[in-house]
Nanobody, 124 residues
Framework: QVQLVESGGGSVQAGGSLRLSCSIS?????LAWYRQAPGGERQGIAA???????SYADSVKGRFIISKDGNERTLYLQMNDLTPSDTATYYC?????????????????????WGRGTLVTVSS
């Protein structure tokens, strides 16, 4: 069983930055960040696999950076140059097998475990 707990959400003005963290317990092979805007679908935006290979969705490429600590107990999402369209609930997710889906910001075989989410609000 994998448990995930996000932190670091909040309110920021457009152009600002935030860093999200996700505390991880249990074995994982692929970790990802998803987000769900109000009234929208949950979408993957960034993923990282055990060997450090990363994948990003086009919507965040060049602005967001996914990373993890060496013992894979914390996942991060550095978000830069935020815009109001980045307003969403952000979820940490994990898969116990597989690898990143190139260019999609997700894990190739999907994810099995979810955190409860943390809200990010970007004002103009």
């Amino acid at each position: 069983q994998v448990q995930l707990v996000e932190s670091g959400g909040g309110s920021v003005q457009a152009g600002g930055s935030l860093r999200l963290s996700c505390s991880i317990s249990g074995p994982t092979r692929c970790l990802a960040w998803y987000r769900q805007a109000p009234g929208g679908e949950r979408q993957g935006i960034a993923a990282i696999e055990s060997d450090g290979t990363k994948s990003y969705a086009d919507s965040v490429k060049g602005r967001f950076i996914i990373s993890k600590d060496g013992n894979e107990r914390t996942l991060y999402l550095q978000m830069n140059d935020l815009t109001p369209s980045d307003t969403a609930t952000y979820y940490c997710a994990a898969a116990t097998q597989g690898f990143v889906y190139p260019g999609e910001g997700t894990c190739y075989y999907g994810v099995e475990f979810w955190g409860r989410g943390t809200l990010v609000t970007v004002s103009s």
